[in-house]
């Protein structure tokens, strides 16, 4: 009897020493991935000090799935960041509201601008644009030219040099108007200046706007949270956009602009084309905030670690065939990830036994997608079925005319798949056309992977790689 006790209690004080190195790696884990996307020092320091408070190391103890219960605490935190507290001001349709612009030149105003006109307008909107930016030369020449193509009222001038004066000009012509959406563009300087910011403030002055909207690069990096305070201290921000989502960066910059100014992030920016525009969605942010692809309802996704890109090009070489690894890995690196490769992927990987290993290796990929054991085996074999019956290669063109389509457009909405398509894709293959839908979501999820991970990628030259 005594041993037993004794094992017991060695067993528990194990248990928590366990939990507590499970929680601090997790920590050190996600305070690693938030810093490499930016997110402020401080912000994630007193993250940290939350988490220890909020995870309960009896829990934990108990818990089944420790680091599902740290990382959930920590995602649910990282939403609480940036939320804060109280919505921001949404303008009314049919009476006029003034928008102002304010951000760092380059960081994307002009084209927010018109890109939020844009949005609105579709939705019946009245929207129009006022270019108060007479620092940059070509900036109303800018303007004029996107507010054309987006056929969008505008006003400004080529000689006019009072950026006040023309605020007031536009703003008012368009009241008179009747638009109900006037969105005021202003300069930017390089740097932080105090002659912008004596600007910004008169500006807002003279056009008393309803919404003053900041505007961040998503690339700024740590700059973040000294910026986004500067402008705060000179107008009343009220909303941010974070721009260039597109791009490398994760964004953790947005914590720091929240932080700041006390005001939600409203829409962020994820190309040069004036419909790549996006209402912000706070769980798909920080989980790419967390190194993470997320195109669906969460937390599964923690399930298969961070995602290892070495460890995944490593499986890459272990299983495709040598002499077919280099013209993959050039199709993968030109950012082509056809449907094609996807099924040769498929292939290789269907000869190599139990695959959930290779796929947990896949940054981003979820549990969920990708069910463990026989059944995956079983779901690769179905997808690979399907696209056998795609071989055709007129259909292949449609195909991929659509999956083009439908990487552009909203991910999260299966039902733009239209029903048609499916059913006639599922009659070809002979399989439900659920399990089409399934492939296909999957084929987006993987392709855009791949396409933000894989451009740019260096390519291992021959040499080394027969040297693995
Ligand atoms: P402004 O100086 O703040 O008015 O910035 P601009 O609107 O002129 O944008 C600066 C550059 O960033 C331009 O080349 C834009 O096309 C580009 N840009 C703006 N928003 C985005 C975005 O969301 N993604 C990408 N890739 N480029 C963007
Ligand atoms: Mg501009």
């Given at each position: 009897?005594?041993?037993s006790i004794?094992?017991?209690?060695q067993?528990?004080s194990?248990a928590?020493?366990?939990?507590?190195k499970?929680?601090?790696?997790?920590?050190?884990e996600?305070?690693?991935?938030?810093?490499?996307?930016?997110v402020?020092?401080?912000?994630?320091r007193?993250?940290?000090?939350?988490?220890?408070?909020?995870?309960?190391?009896?829990?934990?103890?108990?818990?089944?799935?420790?680091?599902?219960?740290?990382?959930?605490a920590?995602?649910?935190?990282?939403?609480?960041?940036?939320?804060?507290?109280?919505?921001?001001?949404?303008?009314?349709?049919?009476?006029?509201s003034?928008?102002?612009?304010?951000?760092l030149q380059?960081?994307?105003?002009?084209?927010t601008c018109?890109?939020?006109?844009?949005?609105?307008?579709?939705k019946?909107?009245k929207?129009?644009?006022?270019?108060?930016?007479?620092f940059?030369?070509?900036?109303?020449?800018?303007l004029?030219q996107n507010?054309?193509?987006?056929?969008?009222?505008?006003?400004?001038?080529?000689?006019?040099?009072d950026?006040?004066?023309?605020?007031?000009?536009?703003?008012e012509?368009?009241?008179q108007?009747n638009?109900?959406?006037?969105?005021?563009?202003t300069s930017?300087?390089?740097k932080?200046?105090?002659?912008l910011f004596?600007?910004?403030r008169?500006?807002?002055?003279?056009?008393?706007?309803d919404?003053?909207?900041f505007?961040?690069?998503?690339?700024i990096?740590?700059?973040?949270?000294?910026q986004?305070?500067?402008?705060k201290?000179?107008?009343?921000?009220?909303a941010?956009?974070?721009?260039?989502?597109?791009?490398h960066?994760?964004?953790?910059?947005?914590?720091?602009?929240?932080?700041?100014?006390k005001?939600?992030?409203?829409?962020?920016?994820?190309?040069?084309?004036?419909?790549?525009?996006?209402?912000?969605?706070?769980?798909?942010?920080?989980?790419?905030?967390l190194?993470?692809l997320?195109l669906f309802?969460?937390f599964d996704?923690?399930?298969?670690g961070?995602?290892?890109?070495s460890?995944?090009?490593?499986?890459?070489?272990e299983?495709?065939?040598m002499?077919q690894?280099?013209?993959?890995?050039?199709?993968?690196?030109?950012?082509?990830?056809t449907?094609?490769?996807?099924?040769?992927?498929?292939?290789?990987?269907?000869?190599?036994?139990?695959?959930?290993?290779?796929f947990?290796?896949l940054?981003?990929?979820s549990?969920?997608?990708?069910?463990?054991g026989?059944?995956?085996?079983?779901?690769?074999k179905?997808f690979t079925t399907?696209?056998?019956?795609?071989?055709?290669?007129g259909?292949?063109?449609?195909?991929?005319i659509w999956?083009?389509?439908?990487?552009?457009?909203?991910?999260?909405?299966?039902?733009l798949?239209?029903?048609?398509?499916?059913?006639?894709?599922?009659?070809g293959s002979g399989?439900p056309?659920?399990?089409v839908?399934?492939m296909?979501?999957?084929y987006?999820?993987?392709?855009?992977?791949?396409?933000?991970?894989?451009?740019?990628?260096?390519i291992?030259k021959?040499?080394?790689?027969?040297?693995l």
């Amino acid at each position: 009897l005594g041993g037993s006790i004794s094992r017991a209690i060695q067993q528990m004080s194990n248990a928590t020493i366990i939990d507590e190195k499970v929680l601090n790696e997790c920590l050190n884990e996600i305070t690693r991935a938030l810093l490499q996307s930016d997110v402020q020092f401080k912000l994630v320091r007193d993250m940290q000090t939350n988490i220890k408070k909020i995870v309960n190391l009896d829990d934990l103890a108990a818990g089944h799935n420790k680091r599902k219960i740290i990382q959930q605490a920590i995602f649910n935190e990282l939403c609480t960041i940036l939320d804060p507290g109280k919505p921001s001001f949404t303008p009314k349709k049919g009476k006029a509201s003034v928008i102002m612009f304010v951000g760092l030149q380059g960081s994307g105003k002009t084209t927010t601008c018109t890109k939020y006109a844009y949005y609105h307008q579709k939705k019946g909107w009245k929207p129009a644009l006022v270019c108060a930016d007479t620092f940059r030369a070509g900036a109303f020449d800018q303007l004029k030219q996107n507010a054309t193509k987006a056929k969008i009222p505008f006003y400004g001038s080529y000689t006019e040099s009072d950026p006040v004066r023309i605020a007031i000009e536009g703003v008012e012509r368009f009241k008179q108007e009747n638009c109900d959406l006037i969105i005021v563009d202003t300069s930017g300087r390089h740097k932080q200046e105090a002659s912008l910011f004596e600007e910004m403030r008169q500006v807002a002055e003279a056009t008393k706007p309803d919404l003053v909207i900041f505007v961040m690069d998503s690339s700024i990096g740590q700059a973040a949270f000294d910026q986004s305070q500067a402008f705060k201290q000179s107008v009343s921000v009220g909303a941010v956009i974070i721009t260039k989502m597109d791009g490398h960066a994760k964004g953790g910059g947005a914590l720091s602009a929240v932080a700041t100014t006390k005001s939600p992030v409203i829409f962020i920016g994820t190309g040069e084309h004036i419909d790549e525009f996006e209402v912000f969605d706070v769980k798909p942010f920080v989980s790419r905030l967390l190194g993470m692809l997320l195109l669906f309802p969460v937390f599964d996704i923690f399930e298969s670690g961070m995602g290892d890109w070495s460890g995944f090009m490593d499986k890459i070489h272990e299983v495709v065939p040598m002499d077919q690894q280099p013209k993959l890995l050039q199709k993968l690196s030109e950012g082509n990830f056809t449907l094609r490769i996807m099924y040769e992927l498929y292939q290789n990987l269907l000869k190599m036994g139990p695959i959930g290993q290779v796929f947990s290796m896949l940054p981003g990929y979820s549990a969920e997608l990708m069910p463990k054991g026989h059944e995956s085996q079983a779901k690769l074999k179905r997808f690979t079925t399907i696209m056998d019956s795609m071989t055709n290669e007129g259909k292949q063109k449609m195909l991929f005319i659509w999956f083009y389509l439908l990487h552009k457009l909203d991910n999260s909405n299966p039902k733009l798949m239209t029903e048609s398509r499916i059913m006639r894709i599922a009659r070809g293959s002979g399989q439900p056309p659920r399990e089409v839908m399934d492939m296909l979501y999957e084929y987006k999820c993987l392709a855009k992977v791949f396409w933000s991970k894989m451009k740019g990628l260096k390519i291992p030259k021959k040499s080394e790689m027969s040297a693995l």
